[in-house]
């Protein structure tokens, strides 16, 4: 420590004071006078061991706020991950057998992951896709066979929904 540093008594650390002297005569004091807390105005020689550098004191206070920051972080991230929906393929299949455009939605993700699937139905896939896209609705057989496709292929459509793909 030298003159004019900033340090906090260790016992009481609200007393702040400013380092005015060093003692020469017996090493390891040094003369402190007290600019805040329970100490305020009053001066004394201190033993180097009863004081803590300012600094000292200020950089474990980061640390401790970038601790605290970090864990808010970890929370925030469980929160958001647990509030993302998992689909299972149970919920994927029942949606395909009551929900029309579900088995249309199947068809445009098939279409879009056509490696995912065998290469025998790709180029149906492909085909109603285009029939969808053109702003027609699948009906008939068409729509059986599409629905038939999406509960063959309905990992892929899983996979997809919960973002793997």
């Given at each position: ?6 340090v ?21 004091f ?66 395909l ?25 790709r ?20 729509f059986?066979?599409a629905?038939?496709?999406c ?15």
């Open positions: 420590m030298k003159v004019g540093d900033l906090y008594l260790v016992r009481d650390v609200s007393s702040i004071g400013i380092v005015i002297g060093i003692n020469e005569v017996f090493q390891g040094t003369c402190v006078k007290f600019i805040s807390g329970n100490e305020l105005n009053k001066t004394y020689e201190v033993n180097n061991c009863e004081i803590i550098a300012a600094d000292d004191v200020i950089y474990e206070a980061e640390q401790e706020e970038i601790k605290e920051e970090a864990a808010i972080v970890a929370v925030a991230e469980k929160v958001v991950q647990k509030s993302v929906k998992k689909w299972s393929k149970i919920e994927v299949v029942a949606m057998k009551e929900k029309p455009n579900a088995v249309e939605r199947g068809v445009l993700c098939l279409n879009k992951h056509s490696d995912k699937i065998p290469e025998k139905s180029s149906y896939v492909a085909y109603w896709a285009q029939y969808i896209i053109g702003g027609k609705k699948l009906s008939g057989a068409h059986q066979n629905r038939r496709t509960f063959f292929n309905a990992k892929v459509l899983v996979d997809a929904a919960n973002g793997v793909l």
